[in-house]
């Protein structure tokens, strides 16, 4: 119940393409969710988050939407680019918001071809 | 912005070595850093959770005895890997709360390699 899964393990994506991620969770005491790009021997560094009481959430080329009811979320990049070739990974927070634990999910490689 | 410094970036030591990972918030104070540990192309996994002050709460499987955490200071904790064996190599990655700002977000260090031979 306290896992948050992941997919697709790996995305491959021409460059100006629309790359998505998705998630899905079980808990629903789970009430922040945010996502993080990785890149290689380096640590995650937070790209954008949203809380349940909204449904979408947009940051430039980076928009989450976000499904209560189905306990989904999913990242759009829009307008990829070969500099978000990295890999990103979903995580929800249990028990403190968007200070408490983080449980990740399984990670999405992404690839942009130019 | 908020940085989380680690040090050392990478580590090779022989088996039975105990190794020591630094994890400082530079420009804001932390009463709660959070260890993890990833596996090559594999996810974080959450291992502790270090208060300052207190004893570190520990994630189930953890071997507490093995990765000791001490965060003695607002901006500084440690974890110490003893008697490092082959399998414990991995990346260990450390994040902070700036205990000035609860509404933001943690902030995470850039990770330390460790292999141990």
């Known amino acids: 119940q306290q896992q948050v899964k992941q997919s697709p393990q790996s995305l491959i994506v021409q460059k100006g393409g629309i790359s998505i991620i998705n998630c899905a969770y079980e808990n629903t005491a789970f009430d922040y969710f945010p996502w993080y790009q990785q890149f290689p021997g380096k640590g995650p560094a937070l790209l954008i988050a949203?809380?349940?009481?909204?449904s979408e959430k947009k940051e430039g080329r980076f928009t989450i939407s976000f499904n209560k009811s189905a306990k989904q979320f999913s990242l759009h990049i829009m307008d990829s680019q070969p500099g978000d070739s990295a890999t990103y990974f979903c995580a929800a927070s249990i028990g403190g918001g968007n200070t408490g634990k983080l449980i990740f999910g399984q990670g999405t490689t992404l690839q942009v071809k130019p | 912005g908020a940085v989380v410094s680690q040090h050392p970036s990478r580590v090779i030591c022989k088996s039975g070595t105990s190794v020591k990972i630094e994890c400082r918030s530079l420009d804001f104070q932390a009463t709660t850093m959070f260890w993890y540990r990833q596996f090559p192309k594999q996810s974080l996994m959450l291992m502790a959770t270090s208060n300052e002050g207190s004893k570190a709460t520990y994630e189930q499987g953890v071997e507490k005895d093995k990765f000791l955490i001490n965060h003695a200071s607002l901006t500084l904790s440690t974890l110490t890997v003893t008697s490092a064996h082959p399998e414990d190599s991995s990346f260990y990655i450390c994040?902070?709360?700036?205990?000035?700002?609860?509404?933001?977000?943690?902030?995470f260090g850039d990770g330390t390699r460790l292999s141990i031979l």
């Open positions: 949203i809380r349940p009481d909204v």
């Open positions: 994040s902070a709360r700036d205990r000035g700002r609860k509404s933001q977000p943690q902030h």
